[in-house]
């Protein structure tokens, strides 16, 4: 089933800051977020064992438990399996994301995309999750990111095990829809060039942002559009850094990132528009676009991310941007 017959919702929510992205979140403060966000009405939340090596399933999986099961949409991921063995968290190896998850379990992960450690992987998410069923399946961070020049080769792991097992639980019916949740745009590129997975759709971090979109545009974006699927986009904020915060793609912002988020922000202040406002419309201006999923780890996040969407921002900004050369000439805009 395509993600847009999934997803009915222009906003969800990303459960990443709740395995203790960055920071040590105090159990009731994850709680309270989550429930903010449903009081908010957000019924799509994403979520995936990496994150704090299953601390965010199982915070998801405590706020979600007493809600009823067929009025919302849960995605997780797999490739990664969580052991109940510990292990020194700093010593992981997570690519260019070492660290962002240091405060989480420290239990071990396992990168695994065979079938049989696919079929374990949704099985050990429904009991962190406290539910039967989950309704997308996204295989994770099959890209550079992750594996360096290793990575074409845990893609082909990937098409002969996790790939062949979703499509089959898919065809099934033990879940809706699956494909890639990825900060690349080259394995999805790779995937739709194949013959044989069918997937629904695409979780698509920190690639199509205002900040950083130029290569998605290219290549990705069209491929998609052609395939009639569609795209969610995690990450709008690049990390924070266009809401002001220090990092970019979960490292500290280069200063040409510092700079570009500056002069946006000087044009977003003339016209007194929030940065979120900004971030989230543009993303969604895109007709490949069903979703955002932006993070979140206090409850107030939630409201300014729905205010943010709501946001009226006059047609004059965008094309200050564009002119300003700010944002690709080739990607659509509100104004448009």
Known sequence: MALRDILSSRLGFGAAPLGNMFRDIPEQEALATVNAAWDDGIRYFDTAPFYGAGLAEIRM???????PRGDYVISTKVGRLIQDEIEDVGARDLGEKGGVFRYGRPNKIVNDYSLDATLRSIDDSLKRLGTDHVDIVFVHDVAQDFYGD????????????????????????????????????????????????????????????????????????PMVAEHELAIVVGGPYSSGALVGGPNFEYAPAAPEIV???????????????????????????????QAV???????????????????????????????????????????D
Do not use: C
Request: proline share 7%; charged share 25%.
């Open 259 to 289: 700079d570009k988020v500056a002069r946006i922000k000087a044009i977003a202040d003339r016209y007194g528009i929030s940065m979120k406002a900004a971030g989230l419309q543009f993303a969604l201006a895109n007709p490949v676009v």
């Open 293 to 335: 999923i932006p993070g979140a780890s206090r409850p107030s996040r939630i409201a300014e991310d729905r205010a943010a969407l709501a946001e009226s921002i006059p047609a004059d900004f965008w094309r200050e941007l564009r002119s300003a050369g700010l944002v690709n000439p080739a990607a659509p805009l509100p104004a």
């Open 61 to 67: 999986g405590a706020a979600l438990g007493a809600k």
């Open 150 to 221: 290793e990575w074409l080769s845990v893609f082909e792991d990937a098409r002969k095990g996790a790939f062949k097992a979703l499509d089959r639980l898919r065809d099934e019916g033990v879940i809706k829809g699956w494909g890639l949740g990825v900060n690349r745009v080259e394995p999805i590129e790779l995937l739709l060039g194949l013959e044989g997975p069918r997937p629904d759709g695409f979780l698509l971090a920190g690639r199509y942002t205002l900040l950083d979109h130029a290569r998605a545009l290219q290549r990705v974006m």
